[in-house]
């Protein structure tokens, strides 16, 4: 008789544990989902273009990853030199979006994007001058669609990512001839 109570008592604590966890998880859970929710209400408040917020973070991340790549493996002085200035220009921009990000409650991100981390893998198996020519085209091609989707977004109705745009051509279009000088 006593091993039954004990087992009754056992198995009661039991799940009444994975009854206050379930609880916790879905609290915890709640929680997540009103934040999720309240950063999402304040960057509509704002009006803030939040795709374009993340993949010009993401932009910046590939450019500042790439850059790194070509001032170690790059050949000519030129492509090392063209690495750093990415790094240091695509570092600044990073700096800007991370403040804007902040003030409209975007999250931030590390990630480069999905081209960036396919040119980056492709980048890292490359030596020599077979290097510093795919560097050179890939770099022509990426700021190509970026002043695109940089001059689409200056036209935009976002006030402050149209300003940002606007305000980041200019370096779009000297690395672009830059890059093209290579």
Known sequence: ???????AIGATLVLGAC?????????????LNAVDNEVAANAKATGIDTTF??????????????????????VSQRVKDFGKLLVDDHG?????????????????????????KSNLDKLK??????????????????HTKDIAKYEKQASSDDAQTAALAKKTLPTLRKHLDVAKAL
Do not use: Y
Request: glycine share 8%; net charge negative; charged share 25%.
């Open 1 to 7: 008789m006593r091993t039954h109570t004990l087992a």
């Open 19 to 31: 009854s206050k966890s379930d609880t916790t998880a879905t609290h915890n859970a709640e929680i």
């Open 53 to 74: 917020l993340t993949e010009a973070m993401e932009g910046d991340n590939g450019e500042v990853a790439i850059g790194q790549l070509a001032q170690t493996q790059g």
């Open 92 to 116: 600044a921009h990073k700096q800007e979006l991370k403040t804007l990000a902040a003030t409209t409650g975007v999250a931030v991100t590390d990630e480069p994007t999905a081209e960036a």
């Open 125 to 142: 198996t490359l030596r020599g001058a077979e290097f510093d020519k795919q560097f050179k085209s890939m770099m022509i091609e990426d």
